[in-house]
Structure formats: C-alpha cells, structure tokens
C-alpha cells in the first residue's frame, strides 16, 4: 500500500503563489503522479500530471502557463507551483499515484487511472 500526504495549503489572495507537495510513503516504488482538484458544488477534475521519471508532464488548459508540477525522486515527493492564482483555483487539491504508468510514459490525466489518493489540501484564493 502507498500512504499520500498532500500539504502547502492554505488562504491567499489573487496573483499570489503557493507550493503544494504531496509524499509518498509506504512501498518505495515509483509512481506517475497527478494532481487534481475539486470546487464546491463540483466534480473533481485534472490539474497537472507527472511521469515517473519526470520527464513527461500534462497539464490542464485552465492552469497551463501558472502551474508546473515536479518530482524528487528521491524524496518520494512531487510538488505543484502554483503561480498567478485566481479565486477559481479555490478547491480542495489532491494528489493521486498510478502504479501501471510506463517509466517514461505520458502521464494521465483520467481519474480512474490512478491507484491511491490522498485526503486533500484546502487552498482558497481571495479576490
């Protein structure tokens, strides 16, 4: 089993920046990494995604040009720049591992790919 831990949430103001991370404990494999989010009253959808070996990244139209998502490896951490936030980026993020992504494949960016979750990270962007 694979624990995520997501953090760096938290309540900021329109233009700012924040930095999620998201670790990984439990077996020490590898995964292709995502993030995703959810807003009130709706579903959770795509925000970024990571290869396994960092390599590959995908990215929401939405956050493409604010957001970049990273990895170490060796810290079984991926993180999420979130840059220029605006009150619609107000969600719950989570991140999320997909154990059968080739090491060198595109990462992706469907919900029911992805083997384990985390609990989630409140960020909240005021106007």
């Known amino acids: 089993q694979v624990q995520l831990v997501e953090s760096g949430g938290g309540l900021v103001q329109a233009g700012d920046s924040l930095r999620l991370s998201c670790t990984a404990s439990?077996?020490?494999?590898?995964?292709?990494m995502g993030w995703f989010r959810q807003a009130p009253g709706k579903e959770r959808g795509f925000v970024a995604a990571?290869?396994?070996?960092?390599?590959?990244?995908a990215y929401a139209d939405s956050v493409k040009g604010r957001f970049t998502i990273s990895r170490d490896n060796a810290k079984n951490t991926v993180y999420l720049q979130m840059n220029s936030l605006k009150p619609e980026d107000t969600a719950v993020y989570y991140c999320?591992?997909?154990?059968?992504?080739?090491?060198?494949?595109?990462?992706?960016?469907?919900?029911?790919?992805?083997?384990?979750w985390g609990r989630g990270t409140q960020v909240t962007v005021s106007s």
């Open positions: 999320a591992a997909d154990r059968n992504s080739g090491y060198a494949s595109a990462p992706h960016s469907r919900e029911n790919e992805y083997d384990y």
């Open positions: 439990g077996r020490a494999f590898i995964y292709a």
């Open positions: 990571i290869s396994r070996n960092g390599g590959v990244t």
